[in-house]
């Protein structure tokens, strides 16, 4: 079993940055695929960014190429998603993901733990 917390989310101006992080419980943090998906209102959830076990193998939606940035930290179990330039399009609630193993890809389903998810809200 894996527990996710999220936290970093907040309302910044369209440009501005955020840091997002995610805490988790596994053992095993580090032979865990971890993702960054996000949910609009009324949307489908969207994947963001992915980073395999070992930071062997990262990977980026195409709207959020170059300006957010997936990173871990194995020595505290802790994912981060650095994000600037925001754009009033990234609103969205942010969750973390993991599975076992290599990434699965994009397919949000196959991810089988999740955070609650932190608000990111930017106005223009």
């Known amino acids: 079993q894996v527990h996710l917390v999220e936290s970093g989310g907040g309302s910044v101006q369209a440009g501005g940055s955020l840091r997002l992080s995610c805490a988790a419980s596994?053992?095993?943090?580090?032979?865990?695929?971890m993702g960054w998906f996000r949910q609009a209102p009324g949307k489908e959830r969207e994947a963001v960014a992915r980073i395999n076990p070992g930071g062997i193998g990262i990977f980026y939606t195409d709207s959020v190429k170059g300006r957010f940035t997936i990173s871990q930290d194995n020595a505290k179990n802790t994912l981060y998603l650095q994000m600037a330039s925001l754009k009033p399009e990234d609103t969205a609630m942010y969750y973390c993901?993991?599975?076992?193993?290599?990434?699965?890809?994009?397919?949000?389903?196959?991810?089988?733990?999740w955070g609650q998810g932190t608000q990111v809200t930017v106005s223009s």
């Open positions: 993901a993991a599975v076992s193993g290599s990434c699965p890809g994009w397919t949000s389903s196959r991810y089988i733990y």
């Open positions: 596994a053992y095993t943090y580090s032979s865990y695929c």
